[in-house]
Nanobody, 125 residues
Framework: QVQLVESGGGSVQAGGSLRLSCAAS????????MAWFRQAPGKEREGVAV????????YYADSVKGRFTISQDNAKNTVYLQMNSLKPEDTAMYYC??????????????????WGQGTQVTVSS
């Protein structure tokens, strides 16, 4: 049974930092596309960042470039999202998503097979 378990969310003030973790079980993250999405109330789920764990290739949404960093630890079968210089508009539920070795459009939620339950991030001004 595949499980993705996110942790690390919380409430911070603007300018603060959080690190989200996504621990996978029943599934190896090696040579896969792993992504973070977020969804704010009343808004569509949007792709935040993706990593291809085979090569370490990463890509970010324009809204988080230079502030967020996605990384992997294959030994721990875990993906991370380091979030710095947080803004109130970063407030959302953050989800970890696991895909395959090949995807067409990393930002489409339907490219991913497995999802975590989400972790809430709240940034106050």
């Amino acid at each position: 049974q595949v499980q993705l378990v996110e942790s690390g969310g919380g409430s911070v003030q603007a300018g603060g930092s959080l690190r989200l973790s996504c621990a996978a079980s029943g599934y190896t993250i090696s040579s896969k596309h792993m992504a973070w999405f977020r969804q704010a109330p009343g808004k569509e789920r949007e792709g935040v960042a993706v990593i291809y764990t085979g090569s370490g290739w990463t890509y970010y949404a324009d809204s988080v470039k230079g502030r967020f960093t996605i990384s992997q630890d294959n030994a721990k079968n875990t993906v991370y999202l380091q979030m710095n210089s947080l803004k109130p508009e970063d407030t959302a539920m953050y989800y970890c998503a696991a895909g395959t070795a090949w995807i067409r459009d990393w930002s489409r939620w339907d490219e991913y097979t497995y999802w975590g339950q989400g972790t809430q991030v709240t940034v106050s001004s």
